[in-house]
């Protein structure tokens, strides 16, 4: 779909059997509304190959480990799931890195675990909830972890979850409450000075950020009436965070989020395979021919590699070329037209 240099996709998830299966055991089989995909390696690899993928940065999604009431449990369930992913990285060298899952809302097993993962396994970053079990990220009783992401200059993907509150019939989390789950997550970061305590610690947001860059403004007069701030202060920390496109790269979203952005901070994302890969294609579409040639390497690649500097001396993987890839990538972009023809206005 594009040429060197290749994508890096920082929104990409892995859904182990070890992580079905206690999922399982709990009764719990979908995330957001949305049935847990299938996910394998190979599938996994088939689909970068498609987008034009060079090395996915792959995390846990929601639930994490918060549908676990027991501290220990959910430790343990993270352990597991960080040695997972990294030996996925180990065993695909350069295909794909890792955000390491943390056992919130124990702060203190998280801040532990963050550690480890950041300091032995050689994780890319951490990923957190924008909420775990209603208590969200920018919430008092959180400075012992955030003090060992910002020793660490650590990256912090910020994915959401379900809203601590019931779902609306007919309106699927994932479809909706997402972007909110985030937009909070994010108000909260800034309003209650995180990201300033912790100038280190890069977050990356979700899905844009949800609804940060159309309600920046509205957010940052309200934040400024309550902290006694400035409201170009308030826009500048909301400005600092990074957004991913996953299901964002629209002719409607892209374009804000382009604007609203600091340059350098607009990563590219897939939200694979919990987002169908035709949904993967339209979106990545967009992208491609929606911005000029610097700002399609720079959100395909370039901001990546200044935010994980171990990508910028990696080589790049060569696209696929056998006959036999060849013609399935073909009849998947066939797919993704017809989705692409499904979703525009005016088309039928």
Do not use: C
Not at 166 to 179: K, M, Q, S
Not at 231 to 254: E, I, K, Q
Not at 294 to 314: I, S, Y
């Amino acid at each position: 779909m594009t040429s060197a240099p290749r994508r890096v996709d920082v929104h990409h998830h892995v859904v182990p059997p070890l992580y079905r299966d206690a999922l399982a055991k709990a009764g719990i089989a979908e995330a957001g509304g949305r049935e847990l995909p299938d996910w394998s390696a190979g599938a996994a690899l088939e689909v970068m190959d498609l987008l034009g993928t060079a090395t996915a940065i792959v995390s846990v999604s929601t639930p994490g480990t918060g549908f676990l009431t027991d501290p220990g449990e959910a430790a343990d369930l993270a352990r597991q799931l960080n040695a997972f992913s990294a030996s996925l990285a180990a065993e695909h060298p350069g295909r794909f890195g890792y955000f390491a899952t943390l056992p919130l809302p124990d702060v203190s097993a998280s801040a532990a675990e963050a550690r480890r993962a950041l300091d032995e396994l050689g994780a890319d970053g951490v990923t957190l909830l924008a909420n775990n079990r209603g208590t969200y990220l920018g919430a008092g009783g959180q400075d012992q972890l955030w003090q060992v992401l910002d020793e660490r200059g650590a990256v912090v993907f910020v994915h959401p979850a379900e809203l601590p509150a019931p779902a609306v019939e007919n309106i699927p989390p994932f479809a909706a409450d997402f972007l909110l789950d985030t937009t909070r997550a994010a108000y909260l970061l800034v309003r209650n000075g995180i990201v300033r305590r912790y100038p280190n610690i890069r977050f990356v947001l979700s899905h844009a950020g949800g609804f940060v860059p159309y309600a920046s403004h509205r957010m940052a007069v309200a934040i400024a009436s309550d902290t006694g701030r400035s409201p170009r202060d308030v826009l500048d920390d909301l400005r600092g965070f990074y957004f991913d496109t996953a299901l964002s790269s629209s002719p409607a979203a892209l374009p804000t989020l382009l604007a609203f952005a600091r340059p350098g901070h607009v990563l590219f994302g897939s939200d694979w395979p919990f987002a169908p890969t035709a949904a993967g294609q339209y979106f990545a579409t967009g992208l491609d021919t929606g911005v000029d040639a610097d700002t399609l390497a720079a959100v395909n690649r370039t901001n990546a590699e200044a935010l994980f500097p171990r990508l910028g001396g990696a080589p790049v993987p060569a696209p696929p070329q056998s006959p036999t890839v060849r013609l399935r990538q073909s009849a998947r972009r066939a797919g993704a037209r017809l989705f692409f023809k499904l979703v525009q206005p005016g088309t039928r």
